[in-house]
Every structure is written in structure tokens, then in C-alpha cells.
């Protein structure tokens, strides 16, 4: 199973951003999808979690600033942050959890990509 993530850039403290992330391969069913972020020097952290059944999660940091979305039929999770700060800066990962079409369990991850926060 491959994510394909796009969506990050340059913007500015107080800006937003969306981020998109696509899953595609032998997806039977994706248990979850979510967004991490590593920043320089610091470990790999959860942003955002959407489960089967519609269940979020969000990290207490990003709470009423960032909002996930998942389309289950596209196999897709979006990641709106508003009012972006400096602190957000990071490479933001997305991953997905799930089954095969020969039912073996994934746990597949994106290429990452740079959301930098900057005046």
C-alpha cells in the first residue's frame, strides 16, 4: 500500500495550510489514517488520527486550529491547520493502518512533506 502526501510550503505565523494524502494499492480496508510530524531534533509525534467509525484525535497542540477529514470511498485524509505557528513547523507524515485485499495487516507511511512556519 503507498501514500502519496502533498500539501505543505511556506506560510506565514497566523496562515493555513492543507494537507492531502492519498492511499492506494491492495486495500481491503483502512483501519485508521493520521497525521504525524517530526521537527529537527525531536521524535515522531501524532497531529491527527481519523479511525474507522469516525472517530478523531488530535495531539492537545493542535486542538481547534487543525481539522483531519478522511474520505473512506477515496481512500483519502486531508489536514486543514489554521492559524499555523511557528512551533508547527515540521515534515508532516501521513499513515494509514488497515488490511490487504489478501488480508494481511499494513501500516504504510508517505514521503513526508515540509510545512514551514516563517515571517
Known amino acids: 500500500v503507498q501514500l502519496q502526501a502533498s500539501g505543505g510550503g511556506l506560510v506565514q505565523p497566523g496562515g493555513y495550510l492543507r494537507l492531502s494524502c492519498a492511499a492506494s494499492g491492495s486495500i481491503f480496508r483502512i483501519w485508521s489514517m493520521g497525521w504525524y510530524r517530526q521537527a529537527p531534533g525531536k521524535e515522531r509525534e501524532l497531529v491527527a488520527l481519523s479511525t474507522v467509525g469516525g472517530y478523531t484525535n488530535y495531539t492537545d497542540l493542535v486542538k481547534d486550529r487543525f481539522t483531519i477529514s478522511r474520505d473512506n470511498a477515496r481512500n483519502t485524509v486531508d489536514l486543514q491547520m489554521n492559524n499555523l505557528k511557528p512551533e508547527d513547523m515540521a515534515v508532516y507524515y501521513c499513515?494509514?493502518?488497515?488490511?490487504?485485499?489478501?488480508?494481511?495487516?499494513?501500516?504504510?507511511w508517505g514521503q513526508g512533506t515540509l510545512v514551514t512556519v516563517s515571517s
Open positions: 499513515n494509514a493502518r488497515g488490511l490487504t485485499m489478501i488480508r494481511e495487516p499494513f501500516d504504510s
